[in-house]
């Protein structure tokens, strides 16, 4: 079964930063892309980052310069790095897995409020 | 950036009626479209992936159809556990893009 356990949200300053992990089990993680999305309380589904299986990235220009993904395949885990962060930046962030059949872990929430 | 175009973004139904929602891409994105359901305070669960196969669990009366640049889910006999939020995804192409989310609440 597969498995998507996201951790370290909590609360931050605006301009300050938070490292997001995610420990992946129930499948060959190095043989996917990997995602992080993120939802705002009461606003829609955001894509956030992305990282191929060669370690290639993507963001979208609202976090780029900001965010930055990787991935460790030895521990199976995946992490956004999140600095200069602001309040908009307040949310749920899932991490997903890609492929032919997209799975989603339950969120962590990141408040940014001084 | 594929974009999406979901429809409607609120929609009224009582318990038994069929309901569909849309979604329109776009660029072609083959099958490679899910559908979600969303409940306050909860994760997205997965209902459907490539564009019409069931996520194990899923009922039957939830169901999706169409390729290319046009979806639908149907559900075809509402329960009173169904009024929540459903999003459609592309997983085509990066980046993944989201419709905008269709509530559906009780008429």
């Known amino acids: 079964e597969v498995q998507l356990v996201e951790s370290g949200g909590g609360l931050v300053q605006p301009g300050g930063s938070l490292r997001l992990s995610c420990a992946a089990s129930?499948?060959?993680?190095?043989?996917?892309?990997m995602h992080w999305v993120r939802q705002a309380t009461g606003k829609g589904l955001e894509w956030v980052s992305a990282i191929g299986t060669a370690g290639d990235t993507y963001y979208p220009g609202s976090v780029k310069g900001r965010f930055t993904i990787s991935r460790e395949n030895a521990k199976n885990s995946l992490y956004l790095q999140m600095n200069s962060l602001r309040a908009g930046d307040t949310a749920v962030y899932y991490c997903?897995?890609?492929?032919?059949?997209?799975?989603w872990g339950q969120g962590t929430m990141v408040t940014v409020s001084s | 950036v594929i974009w999406m175009t979901q429809s409607p973004s609120l929609l009224s139904a009582s318990t038994g009626d069929r309901v569909t929602i849309s979604c329109r891409m776009s660029q072609g994105i083959s099958s490679y479209l899910a559908w979600y359901q969303q409940k306050p305070g909860k994760a997205p669960e997965l209902l459907i992936y490539a564009a019409s196969t069931l996520q194990s669990g899923v009922p039957s009366r939830f169901s999706g159809s169409g390729s290319g640049t046009d979806f639908t889910l149907t559900i075809s006999c509402l329960q009173s556990e169904d009024f929540a939020t459903y999003y459609c995804?592309?997983?085509?192409?990066?980046?993944?893009?989201f419709g905008q989310g269709t509530k559906v609440e009780i008429k």
């Open positions: 997903a897995r890609g492929g032919d059949i997209p799975s």
């Open positions: 995804q592309q997983y085509y192409s990066f980046p993944w893009t």
């Open positions: 129930g499948f060959t993680f190095s043989s996917y892309d």
